[in-house]
């Protein structure tokens, strides 16, 4: 894919997304953090449902380890993998607390060195929280990449490398965001919406389900590529 196209890729997904953000309701960059532990292999909908509780009660390391971690998972028992989240998250509390005054760092490495916080999360944090143009790849990002041909890559870390390669400076700080949502909403994992893509005809993916109405007299044509 080459450089003109990918501009024009992202041109028209900042157009379509407007306001590229994380879904993950947050009030402080520990919130965020803590929501971003908890997203790992749930929705952004379960996690927040959870935290308008948890955090309601308890949005300070301090407060968290003060609750424990029976505490915790009571609140956060419907999301997925809560024994370990709980575990992790208590954790995390405390290297805050220890070692970072409570506060959450805002280097990469201090970052990876917290419990339950790998490249993913450190990523989505430097970007969400600090503008760094960082790009965290999730499922949607590693199959956008692949599928559509913008970076691809057998692994997570090849596929964010080739991202941060060739997305356009102009549109770094936004671009996880734009890609994600496009992904989640649009470019889905099964039936994607190629009929309502607004890249469809710069996409590179070889299997494409487009609907094409105006060029059989009003009937829709749907075609694989």
Sequence with gaps: MNAEKRAEIFRRLSIAIPKPTTELEFASTFELLI????????????????????????????????????????????????????????????????????????????????????????????????????????????????????ATGKNVLLVEQKYLRTIPKQFLRDAHHLLILHGRYTCTARNPKCGECCIVDLCECTHKTILIPHLMAGQNVESAN
């Design 35 to 150: 929501a971003v532990i908890l997203s790992a292999q749930a929705t952004d909908k379960s996690v927040n449902i959870a935290t308008r509780k948890l955090f309601a009660v308890a949005n300070t390391p301090q407060a968290i380890v003060d609750l424990g971690i029976e505490g915790l998972e009571f609140y956060i028992k419907t999301i997925g993998l809560y024994h370990a989240k709980a575990k992790n998250v208590i954790a995390c509390c405390n290297q805050l607390i220890q070692l970072h005054n409570s506060q959450v760092p805002n280097t990469r490495a201090a970052l990876e060195t917290l419990s339950g916080v790998g490249r993913k999360t450190a990523n989505v944090i430097l970007n969400t929280a600090f503008g760094e143009p960082t790009i965290a790849v999730d499922t949607h990002l590693f199959r956008l990449g692949n599928r559509t041909k913008l």
